[in-house]
Nanobody
């Protein structure tokens, strides 16, 4: 079974940068999509950035377009999220996720999430 482990969160001031990493293991096929989701206190979990199964398409939430960049290794054993120009509203627990289905936009319908998540806190 696929296991996901996030790292790289922290506390930064507005305008700063962070890079999140996700280590994936336990899979026998690379035919899955991956992405980053986040959940702020009192809010629903939302997709931040995801990639399609082939990796050729990527989806970004409107709120992070132009600031965040998702990338992954060809073997899909590592997934990254480079976050620049961070804003206080980016504060949330960030989760790495994987799924078997993605649409033409590159939106990954995640069915598996990292267990721990990594906290990102942006102060003004």
């Amino acid at each position: 079974q696929v296991q996901l482990a996030e790292s790289g969160g922290g506390s930064v001031q507005a305008g700063g940068s962070l890079r999140l990493s996700c280590a994936a293991s336990g899979y026998t096929s690379t035919r899955f999509c991956m992405g980053w989701f986040r959940q702020a206190p009192g809010k629903e979990r939302e997709a931040v950035a995801t990639t399609s199964i082939t990796g050729r398409s990527t989806y970004y939430a409107d709120s992070v377009k132009g600031r965040f960049t998702i990338s992954q290794t060809n073997a899909k054993n590592m997934l990254y999220l480079q976050m620049n120009s961070l804003k206080p509203e980016d504060t949330a627990m960030y989760y790495c996720a994987a799924g078997l289905h993605a649409d033409v936009r590159g939106y990954c319908y995640a069915s598996l999430y990292g267990g721990q998540g990594t906290q990102v806190t942006v102060s003004s």
